[in-house]
T-cell receptor
Framework: DTEVTQTPKHLVMGMTNKKSLKCEQH?????MYWYKQKAKKPPELMFVYSYEKLSINESVPSRFSPECPNSSLLNLHLHALQPEDSALYLC?????????????FGNGTRLTVT | DAKTTQPNSMESNEEEPVHLPCNHS???????IHWYRQLPSQGPEYVIH???SNVNNRMASLAIAEDRKSSTLILHRATLRDAAVYYC???????????FGAGTQVVVTP
């Protein structure tokens, strides 16, 4: 079991659907992250939130919309996705503003876009 | 951004040490070196990190070259549960920007 919980574990959606991925942590961390991982590839950083504010956006297409409603929750809203967006989406958290703080990852949401 | 280079795969026998090399020749003086591993069907897991000095924890040891252009992750006694992809990552001057390289697939045989 991980301390970062992601729901749902699996999601299948059509290209016209709107869905959301959710991530929750209760470790008091003030930094939260979204990564995308394609099969047999390393995770790619998408977004970083620090103190509920977006601090890093790695030029992610606008069909991915992150939201951090409070310090424990992180959402990723999905709209008009393409089949090539099918991947494992990983959430992570850490202490903010600290180079010494390890990231704690969830086990991801496996997304399939049909 | 500073990059890392790792071998694609390494094989080890169970109960033997594993030395995983990582080259980071463009590292700057303030870049931290992080190691994470990813077991099948799981998210990445923190292993260890360091800046200049060698580091030890319950999972592994990190040996950092004097010029910091390379480092080695040492698993002292490999078990079957250590079979995973191991990633060497530099945390550069942009805090929070951990960008994973290709990693090394470690295979442990009984």
């Amino acid at each position: 079991d991980t301390e970062v919980t992601q729901t749902p574990k699996h999601l299948v959606m059509g290209m016209t659907n709107k869905k959301s991925l959710k991530c929750e942590q209760h470790m008091g961390h003030r930094a939260m992250y979204w990564y995308k991982q394609k099969a047999k590839k390393p995770p790619e950083l998408m977004f970083v939130y620090s103190y509920e504010k977006l601090s890093i956006n790695e030029s992610v297409p606008s069909r991915f919309s992150p939201e951090c409603p409070n310090s424990s929750l992180l959402n990723l809203h999905l709209h008009a996705l393409q089949p090539e967006d099918s991947a494992l989406y990983l959430c992570a958290s850490s202490q903010a503003d600290s180079y010494n703080s390890p990231l704690h990852f969830g086990n991801g949401t496996r997304l399939t876009v049909t | 951004d500073a990059k890392t280079t790792q071998p694609n795969s390494m094989e080890s026998n169970e109960e033997e040490p594993v030395h995983l090399p990582c080259n980071h020749s463009t590292i700057s003086g303030t870049d931290y070196i992080h190691w994470y591993r990813q077991l099948p069907s799981q998210g990445p897991e923190y292993v260890i990190h360091g800046l200049t000095s060698n580091v030890n924890n319950r999972m592994a040891s990190l040996a950092i070259a004097e010029d910091r252009k390379s480092s080695t992750l040492i698993l002292h006694r490999a078990t079957l549960r250590d079979a995973a992809v191991y990633y060497c990552i530099l945390e550069t001057d942009s805090w929070g920007k951990l960008q994973f390289g290709a990693g090394t697939q470690v295979v442990v045989t009984p």
